[in-house]
């Protein structure tokens, strides 16, 4: 997975930036440059999935991906993908279907993941009568949610649930993804394993170790907030950030000005941004706000009948669904359906390469 | 107070029926306002010997320990036990966070600091409004310069002691020589400090050491121990790069459950490794020195050095992690003629050399103020170590205070006196580290010898005693079933543990 991403990025970034430039990307550099290139290059979904990685690893994975022949390092030390590289990346899940969306949620992931870590040690621990267990979340605000959690909740009730929860959405993603979420999981008797140890078991990069783990945590996410009726104990851990919290603080103002009324060309001038930046605001919002009405920028009917062409083109490239539709819709509105249609899908959760080209 | 209530209170307190050897002494002494002295070895229950004090006594109890992890663990392990009122104060606190403790500390029976930030004048500030009634160092060796881990900032632990009205002070090492503890009084400037020394041998642990030709044949003589029968082990090695390459060797050709630990690691999976082991999910550790001081699991059978440390004191600490519940344990030591150079590389890196010192002076010849300790490293390319050696010698010598250079004059007889320091410093873990492997090659009982430099005689061992008395590793008796081997078919099945949801195995 972690090579696939490298490969994403390199492709998107068409030679045009560093190996520095995607570290920063993938390691979550909140600067403008790193920014802007996530939402130019359409790589966002990438930004920050692998928050403790170093700038020697990322080099070290170029040059083993260069010896593959799957990229090269053009004379400004850029890489550049080959046909190989490709051919790899179109059939890594990559391409095909995952639930990263960095840009969007890493911040929500990164408390999720940590409520939901101490939240299971918490209370299997103490409902075997442990009460000294060394918390495996030291974070204070993390710590202090839990407690809070556990004095106003049945802990009984908890335990079951969120069992049947993770055990009814683990058993719909892939095998390993789920092998290696639940061995790295703290709660009961059972403590959780080291990303090495988890490595070395499934002779996997620890890199990759990581990834599969945190792509885990952005699948459970999605799918909680998508079905927070079905899903109620993950819910929970999804407190305070659902609803408009997920997006970004300029695209909650955009949605701001839309539900007052205000017209796409009328935000654009108003917040003097790009036609394009605020189109991808009003994507997140239709993927995360739960009333959010898109029939104004295309009829339910035009709604219905891109719903239909999607099935049938049975692909998640937007091209191929924009050529079956004889380009009548713009990539926009494509974009729109398809991100409204994800929204309170259990499955799908996320909207995935959304303009592959 | 009666011995009746002293032992009510143990129970009360700690759920503990009796006490164990020397902590009923050490703590009648304390509570009578006695200066202290206690030696005693590594797992002994020293902690008990300041914390029972502390619930029973009126004021404000201050421990200064060496490790931050060491500090938190025994909060940890206290609040369990009911006893609300102790907390642990060190640099690496959240601003926020140290902030609320410092304000509340008037609250608590119990405070752990580090010496680090006893430095720091707020704090000290706060402590001197408080009523301190019993001050303890634990790791009191770090006080003396002949200790094996000397720490300049407990050297200023007496003016501190001063500075809080000169309560009774309680210090506690399990791994002092007799010049060590001679030299904690001096520095502690408490000459009649009672001593309580005992012995510091452990009877249930037996003692090998093997030499071998071709260090190849270390990870085969460790394979063949292990497959043997599985028990908690810890493998200690001086290099991160190394525990970590055997851990894989170990995991991928032995059925056991093999990890490694150093301070190279995210905090979360040193943590996760740490409980592990604790739960008895993991049969073997092979860490550095980084893994060791705090951990406190009951029933570690083996100890083997892959690589031995530079003296004697490190090792006992080290093998004081083993056989904690007083049932039989052993160590091995496989060395190699390899293996002879490693610890001398180490002193050289944590000593300055004379080329160090003269650049030091150089630039002390062109400056008033000292940086900060960060850009003193970075100018004048010494590690941590080096640097803290010289700051230490030229504060004592009056060149800087704070951080002004003072004297620019009588260079030449400054020089030369920090030059005699440094090498009265290298003779000295010279000839620590010549101990260590005088042990190493020495024919005959090495229970006897180990322990000779502490104490003239060792108690009868209660299992084998060593290779000389003819002990060996494999033949140490590990009770069966100690260890559960719980394996998951799947992961539907570990989820299910996890959640307790399987019948339970009672
Ligand atoms: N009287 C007692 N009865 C039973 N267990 C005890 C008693 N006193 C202490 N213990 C237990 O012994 C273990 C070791 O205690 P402690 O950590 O204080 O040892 P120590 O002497 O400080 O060791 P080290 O030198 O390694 O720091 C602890 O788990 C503690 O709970
Ligand atoms: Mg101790
Ligand atoms: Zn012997």
């Given at each position: 997975m972690f090579e696939a991403i490298l490969l994403k990025c390199i492709q998107s970034l068409r030679g045009e930036r560093s190996i520095s430039g995607i570290f920063h990307l993938i390691q979550g550099k909140r600067s403008s440059q790193t920014l802007q290139d996530a939402k130019i290059y359409n790589i966002d979904l990438f930004f920050a999935t692998a928050p403790s990685i170093k700038k020697e690893q990322v080099e070290e994975a170029v040059v083993r991906m260069a010896a593959k022949g799957w990229v090269y390092i053009n004379e400004e030390k850029i890489p550049v993908i080959r046909e190989e590289g490709h051919q790899v990346l179109n059939n890594s899940t990559i391409e095909t279907r995952h639930y990263l969306n960095g840009m969007t949620l890493h911040k929500h992931v990164n408390v999720f993941e940590k409520r939901l870590r101490l939240l299971i040690q918490t209370i299997t621990r103490t409902n075997l009568k442990d009460f000294s267990f060394i918390p495996i979340e030291d974070d204070i605000e993390t710590q202090r949610w839990v407690k809070y959690i556990y004095r106003n909740c049945s802990a009984e009730e908890m335990i079951t649930n969120l069992h049947n929860e993770l055990y009814t959405l683990l058993l719909a993603i892939d095998k390993l993804e789920a092998e290696l979420f639940t061995a790295r999981i703290t709660g009961g008797r059972v403590t959780g394993r080291t990303k090495a140890q988890l490595a070395s078991r499934y002779d996997l990069s620890k890199e990759d170790v990581d990834l599969y783990v945190r792509h885990t945590f952005y699948y459970l996410l999605q799918s909680t907030l998508n079905a927070p009726q079905s899903y109620k104990a993950l819910f929970m851990c999804a407190e305070g950030l659902e609803g408009s919290n997920l997006i970004t603080a300029s695209a909650k103002q955009t949605h701001h000005l839309l539900t007052g009324g205000y017209t796409l060309e009328q935000i654009c001038n108003r917040r003097r941004l790009k036609i394009s930046t605020i189109q991808d605001h009003i994507v997140e919002a239709a993927l995360v706000v739960p009333d959010f009405d898109i029939s104004t920028f295309v009829s339910a009917d035009h709604q219905a009948e891109i719903a239909q062409a999607l099935n049938l083109v049975n692909s998640n490239k937007l091209r191929e669904l924009y050529e079956a539709m004889e380009k009548r819709f713009d990539y926009f509105q494509l974009r729109l359906v398809k991100a409204r249609l994800n929204y309170g899908d259990k499955e799908v959760g996320s909207y995935v390469s959304r303009t592959t080209s | 107070m009666s011995r009746e209530q002293l032992h009510e209170d143990l129970k009360r307190y700690f759920g503990y029926s009796e006490f164990r050897q020397g902590q009923q002494e050490i703590i009648e002494d304390v509570l009578e306002a006695k200066d202290v002295l206690g030696i005693l070895p590594t797992g002994s229950g020293k902690s008990l010997c300041f914390q029972l004090p502390a619930l029973l006594q009126s004021g404000v109890t201050v421990v200064v320990s060496p490790l931050i992890s060491l500090m938190v663990d025994q909060v940890r392990q206290l609040k369990v036990k009911g006893v609300k009122s102790v907390t642990a104060l060190n640099s690496f606190m959240e601003v926020k966070e140290r902030a609320a403790v410092l304000n509340s500390l008037p609250n608590y029976r119990l405070i752990y600091l580090s010496p680090e930030i006893l430095q720091n004048s707020r704090v000290a500030a706060k402590l001197k409004e408080l009523h301190v009634n019993l001050f303890v160092i634990d790791e009191?060796?770090?006080?003396?310069?002949?200790?094996?881990?000397?720490?300049?900032?407990?050297?200023?632990?007496?003016e501190m002691i001063k500075e809080l009205g000169d309560p009774p002070v309680l210090a506690l090492s399990a791994t002092a020589t007799p010049e060590v503890q001679q030299d904690i009084k001096i520095q502690l400037n408490r000459p009649h400090m009672v001593p309580h020394i005992y012995k510091m041998d452990k009877p249930n642990m037996s003692f090998e050491v093997e030499?071998?030709?071709?260090?190849?044949?270390k990870i085969e003589r460790i394979k063949t121990i292990l497959s043997n029968q599985p028990a908690p082990t810890m493998i200690y090695f001086s290099s991160r790069s190394a525990a970590e390459k055997v851990a894989e060797e170990l995991w991928l050709t032995m059925d056991q459950r093999v990890a490694f630990y150093h301070g190279g690691m995210e905090n979360i999976d040193r943590l996760l490794v740490q409980q592990q082991f604790m739960n008895d999910e993991l049969d073997v550790v092979c860490c550095t020195s980084a893994f060791g001081m705090g951990v406190d699991k009951p029933n570690i059978r083996r100890i083997i050095h892959y690589h031995f440390p530079g003296q004697i004191e490190s090792f006992i600490q080290e093998i004081g992690r083993a056989g904690r519940d007083g049932k039989p344990c052993a160590s091995l030591v496989l060395h190699t003629h390899r293996d002879h150079y490693l610890p001398q590389?180490?002193?050289?890196?944590?000593?300055?050399?004379?080329?160090?010192?003269?650049?030091?002076?150089?630039?002390?010849?062109?400056?008033?103020?000292?940086?900060?300790?960060?850009?003193?490293?970075?100018?004048?390319?010494?590690?941590?170590?080096?640097?803290n050696f010289i700051k230490f010698h030229l504060g004592k010598s009056g060149v800087i205070t704070r951080n002004n250079i003072e004297i620019k004059e009588n260079w030449k007889v400054i020089q030369a006196e920090l030059l005699n320091r440094l090498q009265e410093r290298w003779n000295y873990k010279n000839s620590k580290y010549k101990q260590m492997i005088n042990w190493l090659f020495y024919d005959g009982c090495r229970r006897k010898m180990l322990y000779s430099p502490f104490q003239s005689e060792v108690r009868s061992p209660q299992a084998g005693c060593c290779d000389y008395c003819g002990s060996f590793m494999k033949d140490l008796h590990i009770p069966q079933k100690e260890v559960s081997r719980a394996q998951y078919s799947s992961w539907e099945a570990r989820l299910r543990a996890i959640f307790l949801q399987e019948p339970s195995d009672g």
């Open positions: - | 009191a060796h770090c006080i003396s310069q002949w200790g094996h881990e000397f720490r300049t900032d407990y050297l200023k632990l007496n030499y071998l030709e071709d260090p190849g044949e590389l180490l002193i050289e890196k944590e000593l300055p050399k004379n080329e160090d010192a003269a650049r030091v002076f150089h630039w002390f010849d062109r400056n008033e103020r000292l940086l900060s300790d960060e850009e003193m490293l970075e100018t004048l390319q010494l590690s941590d170590s080096q640097w």
